[in-house]
């Protein structure tokens, strides 16, 4: 039906684009006839006046869908369910016209009139009422375009130079995209859809309520304040609904929030069908609910709500049906008291409540709507209407007779309840934009022949009177700056409303709240927490989660083809932490700081070295000092026995030399414990390299003298005497100064210092403090000499095996090099592959190691044969030729 409507609309506008261009010519051109859509002329409530506004009120919120055929005889639509709220916005409209026609500074000299009819809350209603309304204007349109003064008979009221309406979105959409074309300028009251913004398809469109783009906005905020991140939304099929709950969906998303379900209520729905919704909203964990719906779609589901004994959800609600009087009654008590929610704000308009209380019907043509509220009102018939009553409607004759005078002002109606107007006052304020935009478009400041009057001569045409409604801006009574943007939105302001209980055990709309949509971030929404009731008048705000938020320490790990507010919680990993409650990730810490045993805050890193308290480092000081002690003993007892042959037979001044370096050995393993400074660091590498080098260096002496002292068979032959003292010491200072200049030059170019490693942080937690060699290559320099001079000692020595065995010295330098070797070919994979502290005591054991393998097999034989054996530590036993 509605297809057809603006199809045939679209054609006249198609002839009247012919006309201009000369294609129809205009004295073949004739006005269309006259279709009325839904068979009857609408029921209107007017004034006459010099102008006359039109104004469109859902009256009834039950409409009939039409049979419409422009072949057949066309169905009347009928409508059903009246509205009392709705009734009073329409009388809102004609006091706030009679209050503008009292003012003699706005509009003087002009009389505003107006023509109001019922949408019924329907598309079809309201494209019929449109028609009736505008069809004079169109009328003006077309002789204009004719230069004719012809008139049709369906074409009998004034220019309508804007309109006050709708209330749902639907509707709206349909009269508005009307309307466009013709730049009659539509004004809505309640009509909230963020659709009706697009300036593409509804250029005349205007409202003072704002849209709902800035109400989603809100409700996220709202939402959110509270922590309800899972939510589940009711909507029904309009296109309020519709916009309203995807906007809120996407926005509450990108917020972390979740939608736990989504029911759609049907235009009509079957019992079956609100028995699977409230199976849906039961069982679902999500205890808060987002509503965006009119509250005559959600009487069926609240109804099987109540009968189940439904309570503890936390209800949001938009402004749609924040203030619905319908859902107030006792049945609804516990399941909607605690209902939060937007609301528009609301003001106590002077003079209104009076004006309502003292409407009466009247059988004067263009009252009709009054006497329909009359005896819905008070459910009699008016007597005068009695008459016209079809005589088989037996259940109208059977209503009791109302006169006309009952008094309004004894009943307890939410049509009287004007103490916090909120639609009735943007009714009250698209009048008002209209009459400013009046006032400024006839010039009525104008000093003329007119006396001050305003100029009635301006007519309605080309759309100038739309642009001076764009650009209206004024302060009303309340204090309130009323002006449209570029958008013809309002200033986005709201109240947030608390369902309540009041003295009387009845439900009152409490204000506990404001929302400004214009503010800045982080003022837009103002919360009075205390003065709120909760559902089921629990002390705190309820609880809405799939999952509860995670501890400190832990995070949330999504369940796989689950919202994201469904979740389990995992401990932060090493070295991670979680200050808040229900963090999706873990923080790491910095350098050099790590977790504590809880997960909740960094502190500095555990630092970790080779101490002497450590038990590792200990073990490793008793062994080093057990080292020093016994190499101690040995050069004692060679002091002691320094006259005997076993000493003096390889000069007794290398194996004094030879033990001191022993000492040193094991003594420079202790520069490696305890916490690495600058001067251990610089001390630790150089005396380990140089105190071995001198240990190698004295045995490669003791080897030469060994293998000398056995070929030759005469004592004092020349052998010995190209290899004497002298010699010996030249030697040891030749191989010795080489790894002195190599250390110091290490030492002085690039020296190692304590350095904190927080490599190894992720595995063990610790930081290492350590000396790093900013040179590596000096180290491995270091290392290799030490092993060049063992090499040519075990060389050496290994040729001098075959020699004769009382006591052969080489062969014991043959296992001490073997030993020695073998200790740090093993040490070099080990040093590289241990971690932290564990290095250092690697490299002290391979220090211990050579130092013991050198010590036991050169020293402990002799020692045996002193102490054990004195008959054998003579010249003979030296040379083998003793016999046992």
């Known amino acids: ?85 709705a009734f009073r916005w329409m009388m809102t409209m004609v006091f706030t016209v009679d209050e503008i026609n009292r003012n003699s500074s706005l509009l003087p000299g002009v009389k505003l009139g107006y023509r109001i009819m019922d949408s019924c809350d329907h598309v079809h209603t309201s494209l019929q009422a449109l028609f009736s309304l505008i069809k004079n204007y169109m009328k003006e349109k077309l002789t204009v375009e004719m230069k004719t003064r012809e008139y049709s008979p369906c074409l009998n009221y004034s220019p309508v130079p804007a309109v006050i309406g709708l209330a749902s979105s639907t509707p709206t959409r349909a009269v508005a995209h009307t309307l466009g074309p013709f730049n009659i300028p539509l004004v809505s009251y309640f009509a909230t859809c963020s659709c009706l913004t697009d300036k593409h398809l509804y250029p005349s469109f205007l409202r003072t309520v704002p849209s709902d783009l800035f109400q989603v906005r809100g409700l996220v905020k ?72 009119k509250e005559v779609n959600l009487l069926d589901l609240f109804s099987e709500l109540t009968q189940r004994n439904m309570t503890g959800i936390q209800w949001v609600v938009s402004e749609a049906w924040m203030a ?77 007779v109302c ?29 008002y934009a209209v009459a400013h935009a009046l006032h400024t478009f006839l010039n009525c400041n104008s000093t003329g022949p007119s006396g001050g009057l305003c100029e009635m001569h301006n007519s309605f045409t080309n759309g100038q009177f739309l642009q001076y409604l764009k650009m209206v801006n004024f302060t009303n009574q309340f204090d309130e700056k009323v002006y449209f943007d570029s958008n013809g939105e309002p200033v986005p302001l709201y109240d947030i409303i608390n369902w309540q209980k009041d003295s009387k055990n009845e439900i009152s709309f409490v204000k506990v709240g404001s929302y400004d949509g214009s ?107 057990l080292g020093f002690i016994l190499t101690t003993t040995i050069t004692i007892v060679f002091h002691s026995f320094r006259f005997t042959p076993i000493v003096k037979a390889n ?27 600058w001067w251990t660091c610089r001390l630790r590498q150089a005396a380990f390299g140089i105190s071995f080098v001198l240990c190698l260096s004295c045995l490669l002496v003791k080897t030469i003298v060994v293998l000398l002292a056995f070929q030759t068979n005469v004592p004092g032959s020349r052998g010995r005497m190209l290899f004497g003292t002298f010699q010996q010491r030249i030697l040891i200072l030749c191989t010795t100064a080489p790894q002195i200049c190599l250390s110091t030059g290490w030492v002085l170019g690039a020296p190692p210092f304590p350095f904190r490693n927080s490599n190894y942080q992720a595995i063990t937690g610790k930081i290492v403090v350590e000396c790093k060699e900013p040179w590596p290559p000096g180290f491995y320099l270091l290392l290799g000499y030490i092993g060049l001079l063992a090499f040519v000692c075990l060389l050496l020595a ?61 020293f402990v034989p002799k020692c045996y044969i002193i102490l054990l054996h004195p008959e054998r530590n003579i010249k003979k036993g030296m040379t083998g030729k003793y016999q046992r």
């Open 324 to 400: 619905a009087n319908q859902l107030t009654t006792p049945d609804f008590h516990n399941l909607l008291e605690g209902t939060l929610g937007f609301s528009f704000p609301g003001v106590s308009i002077p003079g209104l409540k009076e004006f309502l209380l003292n409407v009466r019907p009247s059988p004067k043509p263009g009252m009709e709507l009054v006497n329909m509220f009359w005896e819905e009102y008070f459910g009699c018939k008016l007597e005068f209407e009695r008459d016209r009553i079809d005589k088989s409607n037996e259940g109208a004759l059977k209503k009791p």
């Open 1 to 85: 039906m509605e297809g057809d409507v603006i199809r045939k609309e679209e054609a006249v506008r198609e002839r009247l684009r012919g006309l201009r261009k000369g294609e129809v010519k205009s004295e073949n051109f004739s006005l269309p006839q006259c279709a009325k859509v839904g068979g009857s002329e609408p029921i209107a409530l007017h004034s006459d006046g010099d102008v006359v506004i039109g104004g469109f009120f859902p009256l009834h919120y039950a409409a009939s869908k039409p049979e419409y055929s422009y072949n057949s005889k066309p169905q009347v639509t009928s409508c059903s369910g009246f509205d009392h709220i």
């Open 651 to 677: 000069n007794s001044e290398i194996s004094f030399l030879l033990l001191l370096s022993l000492k040193l050995c094991f003594l420079c393993s202790l520069v490696f414990i305890g916490q690495p400074s």
């Open 798 to 858: 290994f040729f001098g095996r075959k020699l004769p065995d009382t006591f052969n010295e080489a062969k014991f330098i043959t296992f001490s090099m073997l030993i020695f070797w073998a200790v740090w070919i093993s040490f070099i994979p080990a040093y590289v592959s241990s971690p932290g502290k564990f290095s250092v005591a690697v490299e002290i054991f391979a220090i211990l190691a050579s130092s013991f393998g050198l010590l036991l097999c050169i």
């Open 403 to 431: 006169t006309g005078l009952e008094d309004l002002s004894y009943t307890d109606s939410s049509y009287s309840d004007v103490s916090q107007a909120r639609i009735s006052y943007n009714v009250y304020k698209a009048v």
């Open 519 to 625: 503010a800045q971030q982080g003022q837009q929404l103002q919360i009075s927490k205390n003065t709120i009731v909760w559902t089921t008048r629990q002390s705190q705000a309820p609880v809405s989660q799939c999952s509860s938020p995670c501890p400190l320490g832990s995070r949330q790990a999504t369940r796989q083809g689950e919202p994201k507010c469904c979740f389990d919680c995992l401990p932060c990993a090493d070295g991670e932490i979680s200050n808040q409650t229900g963090s999706s990730e873990c923080i790491k810490c910095p350098e050099y700081f790590w977790s504590d045993k809880e997960k909740v805050k960094c502190v500095a890193g555990e630092e970790e070295f080779l101490s002497f308290s450590d038990t590792m480092g200990i073990i490793l000081v008793a062994i080093t000092l």
């Open 222 to 293: 709202l939402v959110t304040f509270f922590g309800w991140f899972w939510v589940g939304t009711i909507g029904a099929t309009d296109d309020y609904s519709l916009y309203g709950i995807q906007a809120f969906s996407t926005q509450f998303g990108q917020q972390g929030g979740c939608v736990a379900f989504h029911l759609t209520i049907p235009t009509s729905p079957t019992v079956a069908e609100i028995q699977k919704m409230a199976d849906k909203l039961q069982r679902s964990t999500a205890r808060v609910v987002v509503v965006f719906a």
